[in-house]
């Protein structure tokens, strides 16, 4: 397998040598037989050399996801040599690696997790992955949502007794149908949980895991241009949402700077999450933020009410953490917010304060935000690049809604709610 992928004889030769060369190239075979390329290969061979640099691991033996995961410093701070060049790693490419490293093990059974923890279908979700990364090129954001989709389908294909090779549209279907039954997803939700099952398909065809067709029989529901889909929330609301946070428990200063940035930026919770202690100059009074959905970085002036609520969370709340993520929760074990705690907190903000809305969650605040720079005459240019639009036809969307229902936002004072 070392001869496919490399060519130089001296490079080939220490990838054979190094320890554990037949449990290697076994995972590397079995992902090549998945269709995985030539470039991904080389990587995870690269990452399974590293691993074994910074782990004491040896045939047979059992470790750990959190074992793994401790050697994060590791890869993220040091030069790991390349076979012979310096290879720079950075956190995020860390991660990226350990997730690899991570599968590989679990491929063999060296991985020391719970029975129950153990996805049937993990060896296919990891070469979906893969594909995703390196074959298609896909955000981060739309490989874990794309990933999330094709693990509910297949866990409720395992809860039926069926397996993926005999899945027929009918399962489809009915999968997202007891989906939707235990909770109400608008026609746009459900349109865009079947186009990434359709993704999952045209992998699965490509790599004979299905059977032929899939992908092109499943048909989302039809979403027509002109349909009202999104809810924005009033003055009032705004006010009676940020009240929930008036008091000085550590929860509520935080939430409040939270509800703040979605508010006044029309933030994602993915770039909620991403934030860092190094994306605030209060020096320039600036903040800088990561859209993970489109790989772009914006600057924007730190507005006052949104600088004074991340103030008093620093200097009130924050755990003296070495994690440079700008918000952790509160609660050991401490660390970053999970991927559903904005979203949680939002809905569970606007069930205290008695808001009833068509939308809830974190997306509802960033519909406001546009909502109100439309009805203050900023142009959709400016707003598409302002809510980090990739696509026009994404701000055409606040265009279809009744100005005058909600020009009162237009006189809503953020400054005055700090």
Known sequence: MFEELFEIPDTIERYRAAPLAEPRELYL????????????????????????DVLDLHEGEKVSVAEIEATEPDWAHARR???????PTTRKSAKRSLSRVIRWLRFLGWLDEPEENRHPYSAELGAFEEWM???RGYAEQTIDGNLRSAREFLDWLAAGGKQLKSARIADVDAAIKAKTARRHYSRVTIRSGAGRLRVFFRFAEEHDLCTPGMAEGIVPPRFYRDQKVRGTLSRSDIERLLATTDSDRPKDKRDRAILMLLIVYGLRAGEIRTLRLDDLDWENETLRVHRPKTGRTDLFPLSQAVGQAIVRYLVDVRPPRPERALFLTLAAPIRPLGRTTPGYMVRRRM???GIAAERRGTHVLRHTAAQHLLDRGVSMKVIGDYLGHRNPRSTKAYARFDLNALREVADFDLEGLA
């Open 81 to 87: 040599p390349r076979l012979g060049r310096s290879l």
């Open 351 to 353: 069930d205290e304060a």
């Open 29 to 52: 075979r079995h992902l090549a037989d998945f269709g995985a390329g030539r470039l991904t290969l080389r990587q995870i061979a690269l990452d399974q050399i590293r691993l074994l």
């Open 133 to 135: 990364r390196a074959e």
